[in-house]
């Protein structure tokens, strides 16, 4: 496939480590996906209604979500009578291309973390207990490190028990520094993190919070006060607002995005455990649901497999092995 070729040919070397991280990470959902996609185009030489049926079985199948699907299948069909395409093998490069078009959504995609010029950067994280928002906060946390920069962490999920703990083990293996406090209000511990991140001339500041989303008002209230507090000691943060959810939760993630976008702004998403799934389609899903740029992806334990998102090597990891 020419789109597969060309996207092959445009990484570099520096590159091929991120494309090699990708590749591994969506192993799962390649096998599953692209190999139903093959063996549906070996099954169908032409193209008629049961094919384009069973299509959006496998995408459904996919997590990429009834409603995308729908749309995809209608714009394929709507290509195959504009261009007079008949067999489905000729499919297969418009499948990829429309892949492209559904996340892209002829927009500008800005994956990378808009840091502040004048102070440190602050990235607030928000999601349900259990997505793994802090081993997030601390993967990125190292990753910040091996750039240079300087980081603190600010423990602001003060009640659940053990999420202290494992922010300061984080904190220490990374060799960041953390302000926390037990059983005290987030805002305050917040509020005391930001002092010190600005006398200290901090570089970045990675915020924890509370997951309890089944107690929507109680969060609600915590975060507006959190994010007052952020905003009167930094204007202009938080700088980002990063949604972590689970791909293996499915379509669930999709409604965690909604709940939480309307208790505050998200301004992107970091999706973990995308190596642990079959149904990598998740990421396709919640952009198209929730316009939210996905921002990090992670596709493995180490510090390295969570990676900025990239729609390019997301595609080519998903479809490399997309017979010709």
Same mark, same amino acid.
């Given at each position: 496939?020419?789109? %597969?070729?060309?996207?092959?040919?445009?990484? /570099?070397?520096?590159?091929?480590?991120?494309? !090699?991280?990708?590749?591994?990470?969506?192993?799962?959902?390649? =096998?599953? &996906?692209? +190999?139903?996609?093959n063996?549906?185009? %070996?099954?169908? $030489?032409?193209?008629?209604?049961?094919? &384009?049926?069973? %299509?959006?079985?496998?995408?459904?199948?996919?997590?990429?979500?009834?409603?995308?699907?729908?749309?995809?299948?209608?714009?394929? =069909? +709507?290509?195959?009578? $504009?261009?007079?395409?008949?067999?489905?093998? !000729?499919?297969?490069? #418009?499948?990829?291309?429309?892949?492209f078009i559904i996340?892209?959504?002829? +927009?500008?995609?800005?994956?990378?973390?808009? @840091?502040?010029? !004048?102070?440190?950067?602050?990235?607030?994280?928000?999601?349900?207990?259990?997505?793994?928002k802090?081993? *997030?906060?601390?993967?990125?946390?190292?990753?910040?490190?091996? $750039?240079?920069?300087?980081?603190?962490? #600010?423990?602001?999920?003060?009640?659940?028990?053990?999420?202290?703990?494992?922010?300061?083990?984080?904190a220490?293996?990374?060799? /960041? !520094?953390?302000?926390?406090?037990?059983?005290?209000?987030?805002? /305050?511990?917040? &509020?005391d993190?930001?002092?010190?991140?600005?006398?200290?001339?901090?570089?970045?500041?990675?915020?924890?919070?509370?997951?309890?989303?089944?107690?929507?008002?109680?969060?609600? =209230? @915590?975060?507006?006060?959190?994010n007052?507090?952020?905003?009167?000691?930094?204007?202009?943060?938080?700088h980002? *607002?990063?949604?972590?959810?689970?791909?293996?939760?499915?379509?669930?993630?999709? /409604?965690?995005?909604?709940?939480?976008?309307?208790?505050? =702004?998200?301004?992107?998403?970091?999706?973990?455990?995308?190596?642990? *799934?079959?149904?990598?389609?998740?990421? %396709?899903?919640?952009?198209?649901? *929730?316009?939210?740029?996905?921002k990090?992806?992670g596709?493995?334990?180490?510090?390295?497999?969570?990676?900025?998102?990239?729609?390019?090597?997301?595609?080519?990891?998903?479809?490399?092995?997309?017979?010709?």
């Amino acid at each position: 496939m020419k789109i %597969l070729k060309n996207l092959k040919n445009i990484f /570099s070397k520096k590159e091929k480590e991120q494309v !090699d991280i990708y590749d591994k990470g969506l192993e799962k959902t390649r =096998k599953n &996906f692209t +190999s139903k996609l093959n063996n549906l185009i %070996l099954k169908y $030489k032409n193209i008629d209604d049961d094919f &384009f049926e069973e %299509l959006e079985d496998v995408l459904i199948m996919a997590d990429i979500g009834v409603n995308t699907v729908m749309e995809f299948v209608d714009k394929l =069909k +709507s290509r195959v009578v $504009k261009e007079h395409i008949v067999d489905t093998a !000729d499919l297969k490069e #418009i499948i990829v291309d429309e892949m492209f078009i559904i996340y892209v959504q002829n +927009s500008i995609i800005v994956n990378k973390i808009k @840091e502040n010029e !004048d102070g440190p950067t602050v990235l607030l994280f928000v999601g349900v207990n259990g997505v793994g928002k802090t081993t *997030t906060i601390g993967k990125l946390a190292y990753q910040f490190k091996q $750039k240079g920069k300087k980081v603190l962490l #600010i423990a602001g999920d003060t009640f659940r028990a053990g999420a202290i703990e494992q922010l300061k083990e984080w904190a220490n293996r990374t060799s /960041s !520094d953390i302000v926390y406090k037990e059983n005290a209000d987030p805002a /305050s511990v917040v &509020f005391d993190g930001l002092q010190k991140a600005k006398e200290e001339n901090y570089d970045m500041v990675l915020i924890d919070t509370a997951g309890r989303l089944q107690n929507k008002v109680n969060l609600m =209230k @915590e975060l507006e006060k959190i994010n007052k507090v952020i905003e009167q000691n930094i204007p202009g943060a938080p700088h980002e *607002t990063l949604l972590v959810i689970d791909a293996t939760t499915g379509q669930n993630g999709i /409604s965690q995005a909604t709940n939480f976008n309307s208790i505050t =702004k998200i301004t992107g998403i970091v999706l973990t455990k995308l190596d642990g *799934t079959a149904k990598g389609g998740i990421v %396709l899903a919640i952009k198209e649901n *929730t316009n939210i740029p996905v921002k990090y992806i992670g596709l493995g334990e180490k510090e390295t497999d969570l990676q900025v998102f990239d729609i390019e090597t997301y595609i080519y990891g998903l479809f490399r092995d997309f017979n010709e």
